[in-house]
């Protein structure tokens, strides 16, 4: 979700357009990956979410995107001791759950970073 999200950032409004001109759902949004219900603003548009998971790596990502360090080449990934925190905050204290939370966090930074890095190849030449 992440990744489209970022991939089709810079087509959102163009997308919008072409919806309130036609009428119809351009093929691109008809096939973007779907999360089931909660309203979350990213990059100007509204994406839906009710998996309780799923809602909670939203929050935490969204959250913490702040408390990257950033470097030469741009922001770095978010800190595990950030992460701890945020869990520890939102009394997140099952192992399970807080294990899962961080992979799917993990993944969601992974994926970020990737998007970074294709916007500016420059970025990891340093």
Known sequence: MLEWRLDH????EKYREYEERTGCVPDDVKAAP?????CIPLAGEDMIITDPDQLAAW??????????QIGFSGPGYIPL??????????????PDDRA??????AEM?????????????KRNKE
């Open 9 to 12: 950032s810079d087509k959102l």
């Open 34 to 38: 779907r999360l089931d219900t909660v």
């Open 59 to 68: 929050d935490m990502f969204n959250g913490l995107m702040d408390s990257r």
């Open 81 to 94: 001791s950030e992460k701890r925190e945020w869990l520890d905050e939102n009394g997140i204290t099952d």
């Open 100 to 105: 899962e939370l961080l992979e799917m966090i």
């Open 109 to 121: 930074d992974s994926a970020y970073r990737k998007y970074l890095d294709a916007k500016n190849p």
